[in-house]
């Protein structure tokens, strides 16, 4: 079992910066690949970005490349996202993911067995 908890969502405007935190529980936190999704109002939840349990993999969805960073400190069971350059189409409720996996990452949402409850972030124009 693994349980996520997030934080670091607010309101931030255009063109600003955000670093969400998602701390797991558990020992084997380094042998997981992690992801982050986000749900807006009225839509499906997206893959945002997901990094391999080493961490030496990321990957990003086309519209948060060269804006948003995923990265992880195993030592501290959390991974984080930093979010630069924020628009607000980049408003949701981002969720952070877990899949037992050592190499790579999924980039499905299905594939993902633990989620966290979500932190808001709203990008005022």
């Known amino acids: 079992q693994v349980q996520l908890v997030e934080s670091g969502g607010g309101v931030v405007q255009a063109g600003g910066s955000l670093r969400l935190s998602c701390a797991a529980s558990?020992?084997?936190?380094?042998?997981?690949?992690m992801g982050w999704f986000r749900q807006a109002p009225g839509k499906e939840r997206e893959f945002v970005a997901a990094?391999?349990?080493?961490?030496?993999?990321?990957y990003y969805t086309d519209s948060v490349k060269g804006r948003f960073t995923i990265s992880r400190d195993n030592a501290k069971n959390t991974v984080y996202l930093e979010m630069n350059s924020l628009k607000p189409e980049d408003t949701a409720v981002y969720y952070c993911?877990?899949?037992?996996?050592?190499?790579?990452?999924?980039?499905?949402?299905?594939?993902?067995?633990?989620w966290g409850q979500g932190t808001q972030v709203t990008v005022s124009s």
């Open positions: 993911a877990a899949h037992f996996q050592r190499l790579g990452a999924p980039l499905t949402q299905y594939d993902y067995d633990y």
């Open positions: 558990g020992r084997t936190f380094s042998t997981y690949a």
């Open positions: 990094i391999s349990a080493s961490g030496i993999r990321t």
